[in-house]
């Protein structure tokens, strides 16, 4: 099992930024990839983007490109979510979710999922 906490969102204004943060723990937490998912009112769980269990390669949604940056402590079993240039679409419960697959990108090949955190961009 792999229990994972998200934290870190909150209220910021368009521009800004905010980190969140995806810690985790359970005697599985090991080579695995995490992914960062989003779900906008009344709107589908979306993919934002993942990151390797070794943090070379990562892979983002076209929507987040060049805006969002995750990174990963594997000592401190944390991952990381920077989110810069934020955008009101970008409005949303994240949730951080852990995969035994090498480069996931949809929902079925995530085994273990966080609760989620809010993010809120006000025009």
């Known amino acids: 099992q792999v229990h994972l906490v998200e934290s870190g969102g909150g209220l910021v204004q368009a521009g800004g930024s905010l980190r969140l943060s995806c810690a985790a723990s359970?005697?599985?937490?090991?080579?695995?990839?995490m992914g960062w998912f989003r779900r906008a009112p009344e709107k589908a769980r979306e993919f934002v983007g993942v990151?390797?269990?070794?943090?070379?390669?990562?892979y983002y949604a076209d929507s987040v490109k060049g805006r969002f940056t995750i990174s990963r402590n594997n000592a401190e079993n944390t991952v990381y979510l920077q989110m810069d240039s934020l955008k009101p679409e970008d409005t949303a419960i994240y949730y951080c979710?852990?995969?035994?697959?090498?480069?996931?990108?949809?929902?079925?090949?995530?085994?273990?999922w966080g609760q989620g955190t809010q993010v809120t961009v006000s025009s």
């Open positions: 979710a852990a995969s035994h697959s090498v480069i996931p990108i949809s929902v079925n090949e995530y085994n273990y």
């Open positions: 990151i390797s269990w070794s943090g070379d390669s990562t």
């Open positions: 359970g005697r599985t937490y090991h080579n695995v990839a």
